[in-house]
DNA sequence: ACCCCTTTGAAGCCC
DNA sequence: GGGCTTCAAAGGGGT
């Protein structure tokens, strides 16, 4: 299994990224030096009671400088967590298939798709806020890039049903899902049964350094990399809202927009996070809304350790080193509609809202009491953070929390404002 | 069926 | 370079 430090460097293959991301990492430990007393203040002060003290816990332990408070709140959680189980019976409780490091995300192994493509064909609930084509399995996870350079990662007895071991594929398929770029021009067997035969994604010029780095990191892959010259992109996860509904427009230029997929931006490290969490926090406190939850783990996640954030931050960092690699001519505008970019590449329609739509928002937080007020809700609750934070949290000063990686990055910190207020509320001082 | 909500972070654009 | 905007995920709720 990939390392988080180690050997999966080597498989990204960019020493000057990994050297910058590296230098970065040396500047947030001089800056977590200098602030991780502001850090553990702003902690405690985000932590509203804790009372237990029991033995010795694990996870308090793997933080690294927990105050009390912290402490508590961990074994509080777990605790919870426990009782949940004990009390749920494996009935309700659906073990999270994402407790654990976000690596080792593996819900299924029918999420054999690139993950940064979107696809309304696949998806079930594939709703973005466009009609663009998108290609994501509903159950895909984002982190099976980097998932995929371990070959133990899967095996036939994990297949999905429709998978078949013997369909002349790869016992590693889930390596077919990287190399896609539009406008490419080699292709892959997908691995699924119902793509047998049928072209992949397509690898702009030709095989790009990830996927060959890729395909020599796995041992038993065997890719079937058919060089064509075809331009468009057959594979069926990968369809052109216009040509799928048949309201092919007839304008070449949009014909042409229509064949290319759409990719999504990577991941950040708060997205990878909720995506670890958010099974967590609906199953602790019987929130459904993701707004609310969305709430909570906005707080949970400021009252990570700076080490626990930057575990998301590098897995962030490489799934944006991955995604660069894999669509080189990438840019995050192609996914734009905004109006200074009304011609962007991308198809998705235009949005009725506009920047201002957010700031219609109501000022002040919709205080989702419910989320944790529920009879349901416990008082290891509030260690969990399940009470979604109706006073502003203490600002919390960004730089301190996580190497900004790039200077645009501070740039966008702080157009944030007050970096851990609400949305609503940044957008109520905004306005 | 579609959009809103809500979070943080990354990236792009404009001045 | 600073400020602003959009998008990424998620899914219940509202229209």
């Not at 077919?176 to 702009?204: D, E, K």
């Amino acid at each position: 299994m990939p390392q988080l430090n180690g050997g999966d460097g080597d498989d990204l293959g960019a020493n000057d990224e990994l050297i910058a991301f590296k230098d970065e990492g040396e500047q947030e430990e001089k800056r977590n030096v200098s602030a991780g007393r502001d850090l553990d203040d702003v902690k405690s002060s985000l932590v509203n009671e804790s009372e237990t003290n029991s033995s010795s816990d694990s996870e308090a332990d793997r933080r690294s400088k927990p105050g009390p408070d912290l402490e508590s709140r961990a074994r509080h959680s777990q605790l919870f967590e426990e009782a949940l189980r004990r009390r749920q019976d494996g009935g309700l409780f659906q073990p999270s298939p994402y407790v654990g490091y976000p690596f080792f995300m593996i819900p299924d192994l029918g999420n054999i798709c690139n993950p940064y493509l979107a696809n309304g064909a696949l998806t079930q609930s594939a709703r973005t806020s466009n009609n663009v084509p998108v290609v994501q399995h509903p159950h895909m996870t984002h982190l099976h890039p980097l998932l995929s350079y371990s070959p133990e990662a899967f095996s036939p007895q994990r297949a999905s049903p429709g998978f078949s071991p013997d369909a002349g594929m790869s016992r590693t398929p889930h390596a077919a899902c990287y190399p896609v770029s539009p406008g490419g021009m080699a292709q892959l067997t997908h691995p699924l049964g119902w793509l047998q035969g049928q072209p992949m994604y397509p690898i702009a010029g030709g095989f790009s350094p990830a996927a060959l780095a890729m395909n020599a990191s796995m041992s038993s892959f065997s890719p079937r990399l058919v060089p064509t010259s075809q331009s468009s992109i057959p594979h069926p996860a990968i369809v052109s809202t216009g040509s799928e509904a048949g309201s092919l427009p007839d304008g070449q230029q949009e014909r042409e927009e229509e064949k290319k997929p759409h990719i999504k931006k990577p991941l950040n490290a708060f997205m990878l996070y909720m995506r670890e969490e958010r099974p967590k926090v609906v199953a602790q406190c019987k929130v459904k809304e993701s707004a609310t939850i969305n709430q909570i783990l906005g707080q949970r996640w400021h009252s990570l350790t700076k080490e626990e954030q930057a575990k998301y931050y590098e897995l962030a960092r490489k799934e944006r080193l991955l995604h660069s690699k894999l669509y080189p001519g990438w840019s995050a505008r192609d996914n734009y509609v905004s109006p200074s970019a009304p011609l962007s590449l991308t198809t998705k329609p235009h949005r009725t809202a506009h920047p201002l739509s957010r700031n219609a928002v109501t000022p002040g937080p919709s205080t989702p009491s419910s989320s944790c007020d529920t009879p349901t809700s416990s008082p290891l609750m509030t260690s969990s953070r399940c009470s979604p934070p109706p006073p502003p949290p203490p600002l919390i000063s960004q730089p301190f929390l996580v190497p900004p990686p790039t200077s645009a990055h501070q740039s966008a910190a702080s157009s944030h404002g007050a970096l851990t207020q609400p949305f609503s509320l940044r957008r109520a001082n905004q306005l």
